[in-house]
């Protein structure tokens, strides 16, 4: 991987990552001082660099973690967040994980008739499975601001966000507020300061993941061959969503690896716009 955009020198005499390493750590510094933090501990690689910045910043006893267990994780993440909570020895007073809300990812599945695509306008998933269970953390332990990983970088809607924002989508039941601490880290960053730090990252990166969300997650931001990687590393997933998507079951392997990746074939920049 490139570091050039990481560790060029700025006209400060310091590198990007430097910079960047020092804005987030002041931050989380300054919003530790007179609220309680949150922070959204995926298994992935930008939630990581996020808690260990803020267990480099502020005092251990004030670093509490969340981790949305949707039920339809990768086997490696959920051992990986396991392994990252004993790492960081995070007793059971500052770790949180959540099940899912009222409906498991296939009943909703089977509510939109089993057809994956639905889930990149409505996203009903994604409420039951984590922002609900999220929320109702928040509220019952009185946090003050969820900590996301969230990079502008990401897509065109992202790179609009601010530093903080409020998250109350009408007729759900979720009403938090969210900081963003790493919104200008790069990918290159993420990686150069893991690598750097001999940070032990979550395995289903180097299976050819470039995420480690929901297993069957149909959001957009896939590679087009996602359905391939899953065919190849974790088959009981990919049996088990062709099992349940009605216009595919007929397919052979080959056809409905090729006709799932049609899913995939979009952007968060077309869907979110």
């Known amino acids: 991987m490139s570091e050039s ?32 933090l949150l922070i959204g501990f995926s298994g ?5 660099l996020v808690t260990d910045l803020a267990l480099e910043t502020i005092p251990k006893s004030d670093v509490y973690l969340i981790f949305e267990d949707t039920k339809i994780e990768f086997k490696e993440t959920n051992e990986y967040v396991d392994r990252m909570v004993e790492y960081y020895d995070i007793d059971d007073n500052h770790f949180f994980r959540t099940t899912p809300y009222k409906k498991n990812f296939w009943d909703i599945l089977e509510d939109r008739d089993n057809v ?3 889930v990149s306008k409505w996203r ?6 984590k922002k609900i269970p ?12 969820v900590v996301a990983g969230t990079r502008k970088c990401e897509s065109d809607q992202r790179a609009k966000m601010k530093l903080t924002s409020h998250f109350n989508p009408k ?11 790493i919104l200008e880290w790069t990918d290159n960053n993420v990686w150069d300061y893991i690598n750097d730090n001999e940070i032990p990252y979550n395995p289903i990166y180097d299976m050819g993941y470039s995420r480690c969300g929901c297993a069957v997650c149909p959001c957009p931001n896939k590679a087009r061959d996602y359905y391939t990687k899953l065919y190849e590393n974790h088959p009981l ?3 088990a969503i062709k099992r ?19 899913f995939y074939r979009h952007t968060w920049k077309e869907v979110e716009g």
């Open 5 to 36: 955009t990481s560790k060029q020198m700025t006209l400060s005499g310091k590198s990007l990552l430097e910079e960047n390493i020092e804005k987030s750590k002041s931050i989380l510094k300054e919003f530790n001082k007179n609220n309680k």
């Open 44 to 48: 992935g690689k930008d939630s990581l």
């Open 116 to 118: 994956l695509k639905w």
């Open 124 to 129: 009903d998933c994604c409420y039951n499975l």
């Open 134 to 145: 999220l929320n109702e953390v928040y509220q019952v332990e009185d946090f003050d601001y």
């Open 171 to 181: 007729s759900q039941k979720v009403n938090y507020d969210i900081l963003n601490p």
């Open 237 to 239: 997933f990919y049996k």
């Open 244 to 262: 349940r998507t009605r216009n595919m079951v007929d397919c052979d392997a080959g056809e409905w690896v090729k006709a799932g990746d049609e």
